[in-house]
């Protein structure tokens, strides 16, 4: 992996850590004003290891022979010349051997944001938009962009490589999270 780019955006990592900070502060102050701990810590925890999951865990992480999409339990590892498209509909994905792989950390804009854009948005000297995803104001936009570059200056000659890591840890401990704070909550 060389020359490597991480594309995460600014707007989920704040909302990452605002919120484990929100959960944690509820965590604290039934340390220290009292209540039930173990509720807390289940509910909160599960709060906070969720956003977590969520918003600070995925990226896309680009490189001179290919890309790696990381999600909350999947990691995806691809070189150039097995990516077939890149697509923007609902995020950042690329398509590889005709199935799609979507990147959770560039989401696609809804509908409500193409009000807000102009022509030369998406494509500079284009007539007509082609889709609001590949605006470069949104995150799908900015990542799709970045990767069909890397991809137009790939040069072959390493060996195709193609890996799929699924890792469903941080979903038990979520569940274990909240098990703990439902069975708090019962008895």
């Known amino acids: 992996m060389t020359n490597s780019e991480k594309f995460r955006p600014g707007s989920a990592v704040a909302s990452g850590w605002i919120l484990i900070a929100f959960f944690s502060g509820f965590i604290i102050q039934t340390v220290i004003v009292g209540g039930d701990f173990v509720l807390t810590l289940g509910i909160c925890g599960a709060g906070a290891f969720g956003s977590y999951l969520l918003f600070l865990k995925p990226y896309v992480l680009l490189f001179d022979e290919g890309i790696k999409i990381i999600n909350p339990t999947k990691e995806i590892t691809a070189t150039w010349d097995l990516v ?33 854009m102009h022509s030369t948005d998406l494509l500079p000297g284009a007539d007509a938009p082609r889709r609001v995803g590949d605006s470069l104001k949104s995150d799908s936009g900015v990542c799709a962009y970045m990767a069909k570059i890397r991809r137009k200056e790939f040069t072959g000659g390493r060996a195709s490589e193609f890996e799929i890591i699924s890792d469903n840890t941080g979903l038990y401990i979520l569940a274990a999270l909240l098990l703990l704070g439902a069975a708090a909550a019962l008895f």
């Not at 609902?90 to 950390?105: H, K, L, P, T």
């Not at 696609?108 to 944001?113: K, N």
């Open 84 to 116: 077939e498209e890149i697509e923007t509909k609902y995020s950042m994905s690329i398509q590889i051997r005709g199935e799609s792989y979507y990147a959770w950390a560039a989401p696609a804009p809804s509908g409500r944001h193409s009000r807000r």
